[in-house]
């Protein structure tokens, strides 16, 4: 199976191969990924949460929503998960280097070979340009800056985005190339990119030098998962001879993903609920029409919600460790406990207006989210579409397996 990734270097990671690596991918990724592929449908992919896993030389995990720290152990705080429903396909874009394709602020430039060396003039200063972006794609602007040592300025190479301070990364070291790399999610049809000679804290003295070169940009397709404000990021658990899962523990701690479900939708999710009456996967909304509920209720039964359609449970079901199976389309609407089915319907959802962004670990109740369950997600499998019965009863397998239900 081929994988549109482009022969390149993105970060610190190995190089990116036409063909997906079956010691990265496993049978398992690839039988989940061609479902997604088979009913051409966006959705959620999000599984296996060891943090030694990578796919497609990515690491799946990061402590910070701009994808800049990886999670490493037990404790960590998650600000962003990679979906890999899409196979994190790359699309790099390499950047000119030519001065011409740059606007200058507060320094000259020159071109020595395919480098772009930028001089400051003493205060304040970038060399600026203006790159396409599609909104709510995931970026990652990348270079390498090179500082000499006889700067006035200590460590004074620096890329940025936006308003140059919130998203932005300096050099730490002189007379040595250092790879700088920003992730962002893009807001709208452009974005704005900076190379600067200034330090993370101060601008170039006049006359001090940075020497940029290998400019890209590097899409990441996916729904991919964040949480911009640290308080409110749940937590990486587990390992050793447990599963390693993503821990909502604290008050109102969820993720966002960007990605509505369709009017058709499917699901598995392996999850442990241990509070009744909160949401493991939902939309912020209190409107019918454009509801999407996979939660426990009051009672700590399982409940899932589409549109009109409400399937229920009867047993108490908190803190097991279990995968819970959704199926909704225009004819028929399936609820599954492990390979248990059980609720059924026949009504339509109706006209699902599917605009509202599904986070994960919200209550619906009001329009802001609140009120977020105390729970561990072992892994997540969602696609916006009904699905033939085989692909869910593989998905659903692939997921036991996993936590051992």
């Known amino acids: 199976m081929t994988s549109p990734f482009v022969e390149s270097y993105f970060g610190d ?3 990116f191969k036409e063909e997906i ?38 690491p799946l995990l990061y402590q910070d929503a701009q994808g800049n720290i990886p999670a490493t152990q037990s404790g960590d705080r998650i600000g962003l998960v990679l979906d890999s429903s899409q196979g994190l396909a790359q699309a790099i874009t390499t950047l000119s280097t030519t ?21 400051s003039s003493g205060g304040s200063n970038s060399a600026r340009r203006s790159f396409s972006t599609f909104a709510n794609v995931w970026y990652k602007f ?104 993503i821990s909502f523990n604290g008050t109102d701690q969820y993720l966002n993903t960007g990605a509505p479900p369709g009017n058709s939708f499917t699901a598995c999710c392996g999850v442990r609920a241990s509070t009744a009456d909160g949401t493991i996967l939902g939309a912020a909304t209190t409107s019918t029409t454009e509801r999407v509920n996979i939660e426990l209720n009051s009672s700590s039964q399982l409940q899932f919600r589409l549109g009109s359609v409400v399937l229920s449970g009867s047993t108490n079901i908190a803190s097991q460790d279990l995968v819970a199976s959704f199926y909704a389309s225009t ?61 869910l009863l593989r998905a659903r397998e692939v997921l036991m397996a996993e936590i051992g239900v």
């Open 13 to 15: 990671y190995s190089p």
């Open 21 to 58: 690596s079956p010691s990265i991918q496993t049978e398992e990724d690839i039988s989940l990924l061609e479902i997604f592929t088979r009913y051409n449908a966006g959705g959620l992919l999000y599984r296996d949460f060891d943090p030694n896993r990578v796919v497609s030389n990515l």
């Open 99 to 119: 001065v011409a394709d740059w606007t200058l602020t507060g320094a000259s430039a020159v071109n020595t070979g395919d480098r772009l060396d930028l001089t």
């Open 142 to 245: 990348t270079a390498t800056v090179r500082v000499p040592a006889s700067n006035s300025v200590a460590n004074c190479g620096k890329i940025s985005l936006g308003d140059q301070d919130t998203n932005s990364v300096a050099v730490t070291a002189e007379d040595q190339d250092q790879t700088l790399s920003v992730w962002f999610r893009a807001t709208g049809a452009s974005t704005e990119v900076y190379l600067q000679c200034e330090s993370s804290s101060q601008n170039g003295a006049n006359g001090d030098v940075t020497y940029f070169s290998n400019i890209s940009m590097t899409s990441v397709e996916g729904n991919h998962a964040f949480q911009e404000t640290d308080s409110l990021r749940p937590t990486l658990a587990g390992g050793g001879t447990d599963p390693w899962y």
């Open 331 to 391: 004819g028929l609407s399936e609820l599954f406990l492990n390979e248990e089915r059980l609720a059924f319907s026949e009504a339509s959802p109706g006209t699902f207006a599917n605009s509202v962004p599904v986070t994960i670990g919200a209550k619906n109740t009001t329009t802001v989210p609140a009120n977020y369950q105390s729970m561990r997600l072992y892994s997540l499998f969602a696609i916006g579409t009904s699905v033939e019965f085989f692909d």
